[in-house]
Structures are given as C-alpha cells and as structure tokens.
C-alpha cells in the first residue's frame, strides 16, 4: 500500500511535461471535480443508508425472527455470492434483466407496465444506485449477523424480569448495543460503494463520479491530465482513510459489548 500511495503524491505535484505544480490540487475546486465528489457522496450515502436497513431486517428477520434454520443458511450463502458479485458481471446482468430490452422489462410489457415510460432510466444515477444495493444489502448481512449473534438471551430475560415490554428492550438494551456495529457497517458501505468503478463505468460511463473522473483524466483523449488524475486519487484516499477510521473506532467500541 505504501509504493502507490506514494507514487499518487509524487504525480500528482506533476504536470503533463512532468514539471513540479500545485495546479492539480487548485483544479480539485473545479465544478466539474465538485460535482463529481458530491455525486460519488449522494450515491454512497444513499446505497450505504438502503444496503444498512434492508440488510439489518433481512439478518434480524432470518436470525431472531424464528424463521427455521434453513433461511439462515439460504441467507447466508446468497450474501456471501452477492456481495463479491459486482463490476461489468453484475452490469450486464442488470442491462439484460431491467434494461430496455431486458427480459423483466419485456415482461412488464406485455401487461402494460413500461417502467422507463415513467421516467425510469437504468443507464443513470439512479441506475447506478439501484445496482450498488444488489451487493450493498448483502455485504451488510454478513457484517451486522455476528453483532446480533451476539445479544445474550440473559439480556433480554433480565428486561422482562424488570417489566420491559419487547419494545423497551429494544430501546433501552438491544439497539443501544447494535447502534456502534449498525453505524459501523453503514460507514465501511459508504466505503465499498464510494470506491466502485467497474460496475459504472459499464452501466453509466456518462455519470460523472469521481473513480470514473480518474480514468477520464488517466486515459482520456480529452480531459488527459494524469496529475490531476493522481490528485482526485489522493482526495479519495483522504475520503477512505477517514471511513476506515471511523469504522475501526466504532467497531472497537461494539467489540467492548460481544466480549462481556
């Protein structure tokens, strides 16, 4: 990790001839590179917070639902396929499913219903959205299914023995308990949908976010400026570190409540 890191700070003082500048760092405040941070951050928060609670109802649900067993396991597996099942694979699956022409579409269709008559457009920032969920909400499965492992019986017994009614407990007790690992996962979603880039660049190449931003300046014909690709770079890497450290922080804190 320490060789391209500093290979990212060293281009990116560089310019084209290869001449020391901080005008990369000045472009950082660009609109263009504005706007791309700020749709990076909305798609992030919005696939990170929908991954988070639908993730947390499914692994609630299948866990301390009283569901049979057997839900756990199907759970369980699907989540640990999904959720590594992203880039072009899982664009493509979503353009031949939900696209255009895709067969789900096509079957909508033929009773009437056309989705993108309604405005919807897969090849966008809500396509974008929409796809990130399919390994979002899984990936928050296998995160938050320890932390609820981890609610003693006792605890919960102990509530009703004072009076709680199951509400209560949840309030007083078990969410409490949950909120440092809940806020933890949403934190390292934000993360893994902050730095995708296969999976949009396949879907919306378009879009303008800042991974696809890098590549236009790293490869592009016309917004070729590398150093200031390696800058936009350096900016994510300020983002991530800051997402890895608030998760490292708040699940040492969860930590504190599974070991007692």
């Known amino acids: 990790m320490l060789i391209p890191t500093i290979y990212l700070?060293?281009?990116s003082f560089r310019d084209n001839a290869g001449e020391f500048t901080v005008q990369n760092y000045a472009d950082l405040g660009s609109d263009l590179t504005r706007q791309a941070y700020l749709t990076s951050?909305?798609?992030?928060?919005?696939?990170?917070?929908?991954?988070?609670?639908?993730g947390f109802l499914l692994a609630f649900a299948v866990?301390?639902?009283?569901?049979?067993?057997?839900?756990?396991?199907?759970l369980m597996t699907f989540s640990g396929v999904a959720s590594n099942f992203a880039g072009i694979p899982l664009a493509l699956a979503f353009i031949f499913t939900i696209g255009r022409t895709g067969l789900v579409t096509a079957l909508l269709d033929l009773f009437g219903l056309d989705i993108y008559g309604a405005g919807f457009k897969l090849f966008s920032k809500l396509g974008i959205e929409i796809v990130y969920l399919y390994f979002q909400f899984p990936?928050?499965?296998?995160?938050?299914?320890?932390a609820i492992d981890g609610l003693r019986r006792d605890?919960?017994?102990?509530?009703?023995?004072?009076?709680?009614?199951s509400a209560q407990y949840w309030r007083y007790v078990a969410l409490p308990i949950?909120?440092?690992?809940?806020?933890?996962?949403?934190?390292?979603?934000f993360g893994n949908s902050f730095g995708a880039q296969a999976t949009a660049f396949q879907l919306a190449p378009l879009v303008n976010i800042a991974p696809l931003l890098i590549g236009r300046q790293l490869s592009g014909d016309v917004l070729h400026n590398p150093g200031l690709?390696?800058?936009?770079?350096?900016?994510?890497?300020?983002i991530m570190g800051i997402t890895i450290l608030g998760y490292s922080l708040l699940q040492r804190r969860s930590e504190?409540?599974?070991r007692r």
Do not use: C, K, Q
């Open 9 to 11: 700070v060293v281009g």
């Open 41 to 54: 951050i909305e798609i992030s928060l919005v696939t990170a917070i929908a991954g988070a609670i639908l």
């Open 63 to 74: 866990i301390s639902g009283g569901l049979p067993p057997v839900f756990r396991g199907a």
């Open 139 to 146: 990936l928050m499965v296998l995160i938050i299914a320890p």
């Open 155 to 165: 605890w919960r017994e102990a509530s009703e023995n004072m009076g709680a009614s």
């Open 178 to 189: 949950l909120t440092p690992s809940i806020l933890g996962a949403t934190i390292l979603l």
């Open 229 to 238: 690709g390696y800058a936009l770079a350096m900016g994510m890497v300020v």
């Open 256 to 258: 504190r409540w599974l």
